[in-house]
T-cell receptor, first 116, second 113 residues
Framework: GAVVSQHPSWVICKSGTSVKIECRSLDFQATTMFWYRQFPKQSLMLMAT?????????EQGVEKDKFLINHASLTLSTLTVTSAHPEDSSFYIC????????????FGSGTRLTVV | AQSVSQHNHHVILSEAASLELGCNYS??????LFWYVQYPGQHLQLLLK??????LVKGIKGFEAEFIKSKFSFNLRKPSVQWSDTAEYFCAVNFYNTDKLIFGTGTRLQVFP
């Protein structure tokens, strides 16, 4: 089946540094990918929609300068958390759209970011 | 605004009890509907989905859900839960005029032996 590989699975970084999270579609081409953020024991909040070759579309309230999204190819989307702060600590999940003929969406295994 | 709500935030059941988790969405147009499960420490797993056709959808692990268009609902059911069903359950909706998937707030299910 369609698999999305997300790396790293966890990362610890110092305040002020930047962290890049990668999301790769392994056996299909992902024109559209999504980035979610999940706080402990809470739901997934959509941050942005990433389209290959164009600028990402951010949800209201998400700082696009802080959460840089790049979707340079049909198999790779990246999320860079710039100048990270402890409040950015969260679980980040990427997802790719598969279309109505399949399961609709597939999800990465997530990245646990801890900013110290 | 398009939104998804799950009214049961935390459900506690004994094994063999029946389960129904509510999911409502705020949109009158065409939607695609999903239920996902997230076991502790694991990533999301699709339980079932509805795109069109029979509004009663059967998924994995004995779960089913019924789409009632007039009520904007897609409730999840299981006739007899097991301890292994302890997890977080998320309803999600793809509103047809976008490609986004919007999640409900989630329901934490605890099943005791």
């Amino acid at each position: 089946g369609a698999v999305v590989s997300q790396h790293p699975s966890w990362v610890i970084c110092k305040s002020g540094t930047s962290v890049k999270i990668e999301c790769r579609s392994l056996d299909f081409q992902a024109t559209t990918m999504f980035w979610y953020r999940q706080f402990p024991k809470q739901s997934l909040m959509l941050m942005a929609t990433s389209n290959e070759g164009s600028k990402a579309t951010y949800e209201q309230g998400v700082e696009k300068d802080k959460f840089l999204i790049n979707h340079a190819s049909l198999t790779l989307s990246t999320l860079t958390v710039t100048s990270a702060h402890p409040e950015d600590s969260s679980f980040y999940i990427c997802s790719a759209e598969l279309g109505r003929g399949a399961d609709g969406y597939t999800f990465g295994s997530g990245t646990r970011l801890t900013v110290v | 605004a398009q939104s998804v709500s799950q009214h049961n935030h935390h459900v506690i059941l004994s094994e063999a009890a029946s389960l129904e988790l509510g999911c409502n969405y705020s949109y009158g147009g065409t939607v695609n509907l999903f239920w996902y499960v997230q076991y502790p420490g694991q990533h999301l797993q699709l339980l079932l989905k509805y795109f069109s056709g029979d509004p009663l959808v059967k998924g994995i692990k004995g779960f089913e859900a019924e789409f009632i268009k007039s009520k904007f609902s897609f409730n999840l059911r299981k006739p007899s839960v097991q301890w292994s069903d302890t997890a977080e359950y998320f309803c999600a909706v793809n509103f047809y005029n976008t490609d986004k998937l919007i999640f409900g707030t989630g329901t934490r299910l605890q099943v005791f032996p």
